[in-house]
């Protein structure tokens, strides 16, 4: 209980700066405040990926915001570029959904190019589509989307979860949380989508697409913690502990609503 007062306080406090950032800051701002933030996520992935020791995590961190500051600085000026950075993210996690199944030995050098491959397209895909017209309402959709999945798995695991979805990674989680994450997710965009004026079925199928992904990543992030023998990614967030913990689900469900999003036509 007091776990769960900690991540409540943690999020009110932080939800009006980050609600703000997103609706009134230059995309410039956001993408330097998210640059950040992955930079944070790296120092948290090195060690998980077995680099934890003297300056390579700052080093691995410096090299994915170098590879950000590529991105920014070619990605949006080469159609071809930025189809290539989101290719990536969504091959990445592609393969992770492979390897939560299989759970191979991956080794370290694997492991870290796979963390810049989960950071620096999910800082692109938030960035891109924070620069589309209303792309601030839609980047508030996109985190609603994972929420309202968190929400709904959270109360319907807890009420009804019987069957566990993958008890040698996260033994918490089960089928029945999946289903009510899945379905809070679908609400919170039919009515995102009411909201903004877009098309209501292809919002939630896209959502649907974007709440697989982020369970991906959840879980991808708790196989390598369980590889690493540690209980959270960090102590930054008090009752989250680190930004990995926090945003696992984003860096696995953004590049995909983006993707999804652009490919399906879909207007805001």
Request: net charge positive.
């Amino acid at each position: 209980m007091m776990d769960l007062k900690r991540r409540v306080a943690t999020a009110v406090a932080l939800l009006p700066p980050a609600v703000a950032l997103i609706l009134f800051a230059p995309n410039a701002a956001l993408a330097a405040v998210f640059v950040a933030l992955i930079a944070v996520a790296a120092l948290e992935w090195a060690p998980l990926a077995g680099s934890g020791d003297a300056l390579r995590p700052w080093l691995f961190s410096a090299g994915v915001v170098m590879l950000a500051w590529l991105a920014w600085r070619f990605g949006f000026e080469r159609p071809y570029a930025a189809r290539g950075v989101l290719g990536l993210g969504l091959a990445w996690w592609t393969f992770a959904a492979v390897w939560l199944g299989a759970r191979w030995a991956l080794g370290r050098t694997t492991k870290l190019v796979a963390g810049a491959l989960a950071l620096v397209p999910a800082w692109f895909a938030v960035v891109t589509l924070h620069r589309l017209e209303q792309g601030p309402l839609l980047v508030m959709l996109l985190l609603f989307i994972i929420w309202g999945a968190d929400v709904g798995a959270f109360f319907a695991g807890h009420a009804f979860g019987r069957n566990k979805l993958a008890p040698g990674i996260s033994p918490g989680k089960t089928w029945e949380g999946v289903l009510g994450g899945f379905a809070l997710a679908a609400v919170v965009a039919a009515l995102g989508a009411r909201l903004i004026g877009i098309d209501a079925v292809r919002t939630v199928a896209i959502a649907l697409l974007t709440v697989a992904a982020s369970i991906v990543g959840d879980l991808t992030e708790s196989l390598l913690k369980r590889q690493a023998g540690v209980k959270d990614s960090g102590t930054l967030l008090p009752g989250h502990g680190g930004v990995l913990d926090r945003l696992d689900s984003l860096f696995a469900a953004a590049p995909v609503f983006v993707v999804a999003w652009l490919v399906s036509g879909a207007r805001a």
